[in-house]
């Protein structure tokens, strides 16, 4: 635009020396159809999703809500600072990185090995039953779940007239008012909930592979287990990886409906995660840019892990996600 | 000696092993079909139980006095209609403006040639990694004024990015040579995306379907952020997320303060404890679901795999 004499030289000759941007607004004409189907919406991404990323200006003020963005207090980094001295954030970070920990690992296990055990049901019949009664969990909402968990564990639920009929305990046990063990009953509802949907993409992984490899080691002599051992899980190896960078820019989300729904002041030191403590915060106590500076934390923390991890699987050959 | 080892390599026979090892995995799978289904048929039972007569226990997957009055009472309750309307009406909204919208974005980003496709894509995808977070939504919602109203349940997530790069992958693998016999018959590209591309998208449109529904059926957090204070607006699962609250603060709470405020206007005739309520409630907010997602099975599952490829 800036230099239409220049570019008219070099072309030869064309009757209308169209310029960058001449040609720019002769594509749009061409594309408007395209255009109206997108500009709306990325107007809509722009306001609700970008707008927001603007107000994490917050963590750096001491904001209030009544006064304009000019008239804020800027404050540096103090609420950083505080978060790293607060013994309760720091307790806060500890439980977050407990149960993402956790349900990583326990998510993956459980998955691999119930897609692996499904993949070696012979019947078609019983295969597709078993697939679709571990869907059902994913589908019920965490407040159908989390009342399921806790009926389940009540001092009159199946699993304490387990433990008393196997007389493994003299009285029923209060599970959820037990803090220790906050971070495996999580994992346990995680994995309740979640194994037979995250089990769908191994399966999918499993049903690529050739089967005349199986045919092959049957021949060759290789037990059951040995065939999984070294065709099925190696078979499943480049989902695995992917999923796994994913999951690991996910360290900090350790999710926050089973931990709000779940905890009670009996368990808070072991449930409440950066989320719930950003609702503690944020919404029940005012304190916007407390809030905010925790929610920024795990934001960035998410993204240097989702970095670091694709590195490290291009490193290691595996092609990462981007 | 050696030709029955081929034999049973083949597969012809089971060998021991297979014996051993397809028993102990059968008697697992159906192990894990049981846990699976036994708290959410327990709780079947306890709703369509007698209420006192559950508070005695030792009800596991059949009622000891079949009664539909916890039914009975629960939908007399005027919040719980009231919140299965705004359920419903949210998840037929969302569900549609959010199809719609995605759809047609899909549609522009899978066409080769558009100037923008790489751009837009980004933007979008961007999102999935950055967000502003609890706090500075929650103000943008009020600055839009939005708080207090249904539109908040919609406006927000009309587009999922999950979803539109689902949607796009199906669109891209659509065989080309529609597209150009249609463009060659004059058809624009609304045209095409109407005629063409949104019936034979049907597929993916169920599984997109399918996820947007389930995300607003199931949703309590946006009531509690942004409704709470409006009890015409609180959905089923809100309602829902209360009495778990209310039972989890007050093991011992009187059948009237399950449902706050509803006072002692109850029917004597429907005695009902906070156990029943909350196992009818329960089985109340997830019956839709249940009923509908083994028939679309088939779509979610090939959604799932392509989503995760690309």
Redesign the interface.
């Known amino acids: 635009m800036a230099t239409p004499s220049i570019n008219s030289v070099k072309t030869t000759p064309v009757p209308v020396p169209e310029t960058k941007f001449k040609k720019f607004m002769k594509?749009?004409s061409e594309?408007k159809?395209?255009?109206f189907?997108?500009i709306p919406?990325?107007i809509?991404?722009i306001?609700?999703?970008?707008?927001?990323?603007?107000?994490?200006t917050?963590a750096f003020q001491d904001f209030k809500?009544a006064r304009s963005f000019s008239e804020q207090e800027w404050v540096g980094f103090k609420h950083f600072q505080f978060l790293f001295t607060d013994e309760r954030f720091l307790g806060v970070l500890r439980n977050t990185l407990a149960m993402s920990m956790i349900n990583l690992v326990l998510g993956f296990v459980t998955a691999i090995g119930?897609a692996v055990?499904?993949n070696?049901?012979?019947n078609m019949g019983?295969k597709r039953?078993?697939?679709?009664?571990?869907?059902?969990?994913h589908?019920?909402?965490?407040?159908?779940a989390?009342?399921?968990?806790?009926?389940?564990l009540s001092a009159?639920g199946?699993i304490n007239e387990i433990l008393a009929t196997l007389g493994l305990a003299d009285e029923p046990i209060l599970f959820?008012g037990i803090g220790e063990m906050f971070w495996g009953i999580l994992g346990a509802a995680e994995t309740?909930k979640n194994v037979?949907w995250n089990a769908?993409?191994y399966l999918?992984a499993i049903s690529m592979i050739d089967q005349e490899q199986y045919?092959a080691a049957?021949?060759d002599?290789a037990?059951?287990?040995q065939r999984i051992r070294h065709i099925t899980i190696p078979g499943m190896r480049s989902?695995i990886v992917?999923?796994l960078i994913m999951n690991i820019?996910y360290i900090l989300e350790s999710g926050f409906?089973p931990q709000y729904?779940l905890g009670?002041p009996m368990n808070v030191q072991f449930s409440e995660n950066i989320?719930v403590f950003?609702?503690k915060y944020?919404?029940s106590m005012f304190n916007?840019s407390l809030?905010?500076a925790a929610?920024?934390f795990?934001?960035v923390v998410?993204?240097v892990f989702?970095i670091a991890a694709n590195s490290f699987a291009k490193k290691m050959g595996e092609g990462g996600l981007f | 000696m050696s030709k029955e080892?081929?034999r049973s390599?083949?597969?012809i026979r089971r060998t021991r092993?297979?014996v051993i090892?397809?028993s102990i995995?059968?008697s697992?799978?159906v192990l894990?079909?049981i846990?699976?289904?036994?708290?959410?048929i327990?709780?079947f039972a306890v709703s369509i139980n007698e209420a006192n007569d559950s508070i005695k226990?030792g009800i596991?997957l059949l009622p000891r006095e079949f009664t539909w009055n916890n039914y009975a009472f629960v939908f007399q309750e005027a919040s719980v209609v009231q919140s299965i309307v705004i359920s419903v009406l949210r998840t037929v909204v969302g569900t549609a403006v959010s199809l719609f919208?995605t759809a047609?974005?899909a549609?522009?980003?899978a066409?080769p040639n558009?100037?923008?496709k790489k751009s837009?894509t980004i933007?979008?995808v961007m999102?999935m990694?950055?967000?502003?977070?609890?706090?500075?939504?929650?103000?943008?919602m009020r600055d839009?004024q939005l708080i207090g109203t249904f539109w908040v349940y919609i406006?927000?997530g009309?587009?999922g990015v999950f979803n539109l790069i689902v949607m796009r992958s199906f669109i891209e693998g659509l065989p080309i040579s529609i597209f150009e016999s249609a463009k060659i018959d004059g058809a624009?590209?609304?045209t095409m995306?109407f005629r063409i591309v949104l019936p034979l998208s049907l597929p993916v449109i169920a599984t997109v379907a399918l996820f947007v529904a389930?995300f607003q059926?199931?949703?309590?957090?946006d009531v509690f952020?942004y409704n709470s204070s409006n009890p015409t607006l609180t959905t089923l699962?809100?309602e829902?997320?209360k009495i778990?609250?209310n039972?989890?603060?007050n093991m011992s709470a009187t059948a009237a303060s399950a449902f706050a405020g509803s006072g002692s206007e109850s029917n004597s005739a429907n005695m009902v404890s906070p156990t029943s309520i909350?196992?009818t409630m329960?089985i109340v907010?997830?019956v839709p679901?249940?009923m509908v997602?083994?028939f679309l099975?088939k779509y979610f599952?090939k959604g799932?795999?392509l989503g995760?490829v690309k």
């Open positions: 594509q749009c594309q159809a395209l255009l189907m997108t919406f990325v809509w991404l306001i609700f999703k970008y707008v927001p990323i603007w107000g994490w917050m809500p119930l055990l499904i070696e049901i012979a019983f039953i078993v697939q679709t009664i571990s869907y059902m969990p589908f019920l909402s965490w407040v159908v989390a009342s399921l968990v806790s009926v389940t009159d199946i959820l309740w037979g769908i993409i999918a045919e049957k021949i002599g037990s059951r287990l989902v992917i999923l820019g409906e729904l009670n989320d950003v609702i944020g919404i916007f809030a905010t929610g920024i795990k934001t998410s993204f989702l | 080892k081929l390599g083949i597969g092993e297979d090892f397809d995995n059968y697992f799978m894990l079909c846990v699976m289904l036994y708290p959410f327990n709780q226990g596991y919208c047609m974005v549609y522009a980003i066409q558009f100037m923008f837009v933007i979008f999102t990694y950055f967000n502003g977070g609890l706090i500075p939504t929650f103000l943008l839009l406006l927000p009309i587009i624009g590209h609304f995306f389930v059926w199931n949703q309590w957090f952020l699962q809100y829902l997320m778990l609250q039972s989890n603060a909350r196992a329960t907010a997830s679901i249940i997602y083994p099975q599952v799932m795999t995760a």
